[in-house]
């Protein structure tokens, strides 16, 4: 699969440049930041839920994706295989907060409500932050399958070249990520009949 | 499906986290199932609370992934140059890599002596007669394969700091500081006036080296790492060798990119921290291995500005049978294993020499942008991406170009294609890429009519020749190559290429025993051309090949084909007045070699050009006429007087001569009986030296044939 954009070098094409001059940083690299960073950003932040970690998880992915550009197959997208990095660094980050027994928060994606907010946006804002809690409740591994899914629109197969498994494996984690979000909306009253 | 599966399944279906079947059997529930329609909507609006948390990648963060890669980058150490002995194939000694040839099949390295004695490669299985070169050294103007070796642009340097180092360390302990650059003086250090250590610096080094060589030392390498040992790496006759030799005190330290320790005209120099050690060295009495014993002086050296490199050279033990061939930019070695694949070593992976097999290769070549490429008949692979070497196509032909790049021809589902690797390290594929976007083919035979002295071969691909004239067809075109002259035809309606290119494949472009005349057969038609001082005239025969029909065609004496249908054998002759066709009546037929035997008028007869030769008389409409390959007789099976039997009549066939004569050359003629359930159209057939007749696949009867008697 290629990744075209209009008038514009495919991921592939810049990868392949990138890798004809290993010696130096060229703009081809800038340019393939540019156009992923902002999506393997917010992916982070939907896995960290730090700002900063996601900041730090950003310059090591892309740190590491250059120095791994070689391996990069050209036949598949590069969107999967960043994102496949940037999910390593995130749960090697995750790791190692559990080691260090760190507290987590979300406070990147919290907002305070507005006064202008009425009554019934305030209502939706607290649903909607019940459902960013569920979200946030799964574990990294599953969150981020659904995050890759649902937020970033990425089809079953990138999915699965993101998470190097099969296409079956990826839509059975799909699956079962899916059951346990729906386990927290149900904890969280957010569905009126409990899926489980 | 029931509602408790359907409502546990809303979830996953949202993240198309569901088989196909079970998103087929939830849809069917939900158009049945309101209370489950509900929740799937209550589901659906939850989960489009959700949103993507729209955040931009901070502008800082470029910034500093930026510097980290630079720093990486800066921080890369160049890589260490090892030093690998090259040795004669035939003769096992060493060899000078500019002065070497290599075979141009296999590329074993051997003197040009030795491989002119030897009459061809002296590697095991290889009779290779042609031997090839660097570039750099060949002299030629296309030399094949070409060999970009990097040690070759060394050499000079590398033998330019030997002597500088050799002059600098004599003059320097003999106080002459204004000998350096001073030709007499380089010419004539005397060794013998160098003062001896107190202990013999290498004594130790002997015995081992005793016991590790049966070969002689080619090169030396030096550990600086702090460890106290040099390496002795030596070129035996089982392959190259290394061990360790203890320096104790002495502390010799490599600095990048310097030949610290050679060995030449019988002294040993290393750079060591104190200085440039210079040691004697003389040969031993029982082998031509040089042996080095011990008479060191230390030469104070102006300190170095290079910096050390934190890397860790290893010395490279090649394994029995491995061959070294060259070494890139990043310190890869390659070698030649037995198996004719190239095996690459990696310095810089974890520390070790992992290495890498690729396809066997003929050549080696590197490129500015370090990239090695190599070919071997008809693959040719780049190790680009360092140690995954990548297949990129298959090479049917290869040709050095004058830049120093590469053309080759490949060969994909059928059609030819060309592709280019660039003395840049630029890798071009397909028609645009080369020769004002003529098709491969095509390219090929410019580059033959360019280069013919040189590169004239035949090529694998559809082709004939005409004594000098050359034809051949690529996708498009039919091409004409006469006395260095390229004469392309323009396909037309009467020539339709992809008929004339099928029929080419099938090996119907017929020879002429007239210069410059061929004919192209396709499944409809003849064509005949003529080719006069390269110019190419067309003109279509009005010949129209029935369907189901045969064509026998021959160029003898004469040019002709005979197109057989199932009722008349029709003769094109193209030379002189019976051009054109002539009705013959043609039952039965056989075709044995390139001769067409038929009865024609109650005779055998057959034809040699255009002329027709009656074989034998009397023989039937009705006559079964095979071949007895076995033996090379003709069977001719007809009926009797007798109504039970039928004759069976052998004639032996000369070998090599076709069928000129069968009168006179009846072997036997006996009569069979006539197998129950036969008739006249029966099959008939010769195999495993008997003569079968079958009716409706049923086996009648199997006669085994009399031997043959002459």
């Given at each position: 699969m290629r990744d075209t954009q209009s008038d514009e070098p495919a991921d592939q094409d810049l990868v392949a440049?990138c ?9 081809n690299f800038?340019q393939l930041y540019r156009r992923h960073s902002d999506a393997v950003f917010s992916f982070l932040i939907s896995l960290l839920r730090?700002?900063?970690?996601a900041?730090?998880a950003l310059?090591?992915a892309f740190?590491r994706a250059y120095?791994a550009l070689d391996r990069f197959d050209p036949e598949r997208a590069f969107r999967p295989w960043i994102f496949r990095i940037a999910r390593n660094v995130a749960m090697d980050?995750l ?14 994606t ?18 909607k932050?019940?459902v960013q809690?569920a979200l946030d409740a799964l574990p990294a591994e599953e969150r981020s399958v659904l995050v890759m899914k649902h937020f970033h629109g990425m089809t079953v197969k990138q999915i699965a070249e993101s998470l190097s498994c099969s296409l079956r494996t990826a839509k059975y984690r799909l699956k079962g990520a899916a059951l346990l979000l729906g386990t927290e909306l ?9 899926v489980? | 499906m029931?509602?408790?599966q359907a409502r546990s399944g809303l979830l996953p279906a949202n993240f198309d986290g569901l088989e196909d079947e079970e998103s087929q059997a939830l849809e069917t529930h939900l158009s ?8 799937d909507s209550e589901v659906s609006s939850a989960l489009s609370l959700l949103e993507r948390p729209a955040m931009k990648a ?653």
């Open positions: 440049l890798r004809e001059q290993r010696d130096q940083l060229t703009e800038e730090n700002r900063e970690k900041e730090d310059q090591e740190f120095n980050q790791r190692q907060e559990k080691k260090n027994h760190a507290v987590v928060t979300s406070e990147a919290k907002e305070a409500p507005s006064k202008e907010d009425t009554v019934s946006t305030v209502s939706r804002r607290e649903r932050e019940l809690d149900s904890r969280r009253d957010i569905t009126s009949v409990e489980v | 029931n509602c408790e049945t199932c309101p209370a489950c329609k509900t929740l901070p502008e800082a963060a470029w910034d500093k992934i930026k510097n980290r890669i630079h720093e990486d980058i800066a921080r890369k150490p160049s890589a260490p140059a090892l030093k690998i002995a090259v040795s004669c194939t035939y003769c096992k000694g060493q060899l000078e890599r500019a002065e070497s040839v290599f075979c141009g099949s296999c590329l074993a390295p051997h003197h040009p002596g030795c491989f002119e004695e030897y009459g061809r490669c002296s590697n095991l299985g290889c009779a290779e007669t042609r031997t090839v070169k660097p570039l750099e050294t060949a002299g030629q103007r296309f030399p094949m394969p070409a060999i970009q070796a990097k040690a070759t642009e060394r050499k000079p340097r590398r033998r330019a700091k030997l002597v500088a180092a050799l002059v600098l360390g004599a003059g320097t302990a003999f106080g002459m500081a204004a000998m350096v650059g001073d030709p007499q003086k380089q010419n004539s250090v005397d060794i013998a006036q160098v003062a001896p250590l107190a202990r013999p610096l290498l004594k130790k080094a002997r015995t081992q080296y005793r016991q590790v060589l049966d070969g002689r030392v080619s090169e030396v390498t030096v550990d600086r790492d702090g460890d106290p040992w040099f390496g002795l790496s030596a070129q035996g006759a089982r392959g190259l060798k290394s061990f360790k030799a203890s320096f104790k005190d002495a502390m010799a330290r490599k600095r990048d990119g310097q030949d610290d320790l050679v060995i030449e005209n019988g002294l040993l120099a290393i750079h060591g921290d104190d200085g440039l050690l210079v040691a004697q060295t003389q040969q031993d009495e029982e082998s031509s291995y040089a042996v080095i014993d011990g008479q060191v002086k230390t030469v104070p050296l102006p300190p170095s500005t290079k910096k050390a490199s934190t890397l860790d050279p290893k010395i490279l033990d090649l394994p029995d049978g491995e061959t070294f061939l060259d070494q890139d930019k990043y310190g890869r070695v390659y070698a030649r294993a037995l198996n004719k694949q190239i095996v690459v070593y990696d310095p810089w992976a974890a520390g070790r020499y992992p290495k890498a097999l690729v396809e066997a290769t003929a050549g080696l070549s590197f490129r500015n942008s370090g990239q090695a490429l190599l070919f071997w008949g008809n693959q040719a692979s780049t190790l680009k991406s360092r140690l995954d070497p990548k297949p990129l196509a298959k090479m049917t032909e290869v040709f050095p170009l004058k830049d120093g790049g590469l053309f080759f021809l490949y060969k994909d589902s059928g059609k030819h294609y060309n592709g280019r690797f660039g003395a840049d390290g630029t890798y071009s594929a397909g028609a645009e890429a080369i020769l004002a976007g003529k098709s491969g083919y095509s390219s090929a035979l410019e580059l033959l009519s360019s280069h013919r002295s040189i590169l004239l071969k035949e090529l694998d691909c559809t082709k004939r020749s005409f004594g000098k004239i050359k034809l051949a067809v690529d996708e498009e075109k039919l091409w004409v190559l006469d006395g260095g002259k390229l004469t392309c035809l323009t396909p037309t309606e009467a020539l339709p290429v992809r008929a004339e290119k099928r029929a080419l494949k099938n090996n119907v472009l017929f020879p002429s025993p007239y210069d410059g005349v061929f004919i192209i057969r396709d499944d409809q038609s003849l064509y005949h051309f003529t080719v006069e001082a390269g110019a190419v005239t067309e003109s279509k025969v009005d010949v129209t090949i029935p369907e189901n029909s045969a064509v026998f065609s021959g160029a003898k004496e004469q040019l002709w084909h005979s197109i057989l249908t199932d009722k008349d054998l029709n003769k094109c002759n193209w030379q002189g007045q019976n051009r054109g066709l002539l009705g013959v009546e043609a039952f039965p037929k056989i075709s044995i070699g390139d001769t067409l035997l038929a009865v024609k008028e109650n005779a055998l007869v057959t034809w040699d050009g255009a002329w027709e030769t009656q074989l034998l008389p009397g023989v039937a409409k009705t006559s079964h006429i095979l071949h007895d390959k076995k033996s090379n007789r003709l069977v001719i099976l007809s009926l009797s007087d007798d109504p039970g039997s039928i004759r069976m009549t052998l004639f032996n066939l000369t070998v090599g001569t076709g069928v000129k004569k069968l009168a006179g050359a009846v072997d036997w003629s006996v009569l069979i009986p006539f197998p129950s359930g036969a008739n006249a159209l029966s099959t008939s057939f010769v195999a495993e030296g008997k003569l079968w007749i079958e009716e409706n696949g049923k086996t009648l009867k199997a006669i085994s044939l009399p031997p043959r008697t002459n």
